[in-house]
Nanobody, 123 residues
């Protein structure tokens, strides 16, 4: 009914850049917070950045000044521009979206996760 699909992961050298994109589709009324999380082997999943529908942004300290999160409310997309990548950025990155979903006679809210996309930064 609602799908969240990520793209843009890959292999990049340290100091390089990648841009991740996430698109939500389906019976969507609105989306509140959208964000990006990441999980490295042996580590807990952590918030990388989030952005509200109104544009309020929060970043992890480790990525401030290097990553930029943005969204397009009309397209139901969120992106993560990652610059000056470091090996410690290597992880599976997950898109997260708090979505108000349209049903036949009512709406309901649910948090959706993307399937994850691998980002590998080589030394």
């Amino acid at each position: 009914q609602v799908q969240v699909v990520e793209s843009g992961g890959g292999l990049v050298q340290a100091g390089g850049s990648l841009r991740l994109s996430c698109a939500a589709s389906g019976s969507i009324v609105s989306i509140d917070v959208m964000g990006w999380y990441r999980q490295a082997p042996g580590k807990q999943r952590e918030l990388v950045g989030s952005i509200t529908r109104g544009g309020s942004i929060n970043y992890a300290d480790s990525v401030k000044g290097r990553f930029t999160i943005s969204r397009d409310n009309a397209k139901n997309t969120v992106s993560l521009q990652m610059d000056v990548l470091k090996p410690e950025d290597t992880a599976v990155y997950y898109c997260n979206a708090d979505i108000l979903v349209r049903a036949i006679s009512y709406n309901y809210k649910r948090v959706y996760w993307g399937q994850g996309t691998q980002v590998t930064v080589s030394s």
